[in-house]
């Protein structure tokens, strides 16, 4: 049986992007986006966690500033993990498109990052 894993989520970028590289030397960048919704004449702010690997990583990283509009398209994943005793979870979306509206003024255009590949996620 296959189920669907699927999210599109856009809003703006609440910090720069942070980049780092794994053991591998694969490239990870983790972003946080604010996405607002209006129900019923009031404003909603929902902030969700994303991640990008590898190249995408990397491109995408050249945009990834402050405040940058952004549609993040991808899948859910969960971490899990117990620390004293404790466990915890965390829902981050795993980003296989991101498409940027207002980017770096050098960048004005709306501009596509390149798809990753599968061999770019580490899970």
């Not at 190249?55 to 990834?64: G, L, M, P």
């Not at 207002?102 to 390149?114: I, L, R």
């Amino acid at each position: 049986m296959s189920y669907v894993n699927f999210v599109a989520v856009d809003g703006n970028l609440t910090r720069d992007g942070e980049i780092t590289f794994g053991g591998s030397g694969t490239a990870i960048l983790n972003l946080s986006i604010a996405h607002n919704t209006k129900i019923k004449d009031k404003e909603e702010v929902s902030f969700f966690d994303a991640v990008c690997f590898g190249k995408h990583a990397e491109y995408v990283a050249d945009f990834a500033v402050k405040g940058a509009t952004v549609t993040i398209i991808g899948r859910l994943h969960q971490d899990k993990w117990e620390k004293d005793g404790k466990k915890y979870s965390r829902t981050k979306i795993i980003a296989n498109q991101c498409v940027f509206g207002k980017v770096k003024e050098a960048a004005a255009k709306e501009k596509q990052a390149p798809l990753p590949s599968d061999d770019d996620i580490p899970f």
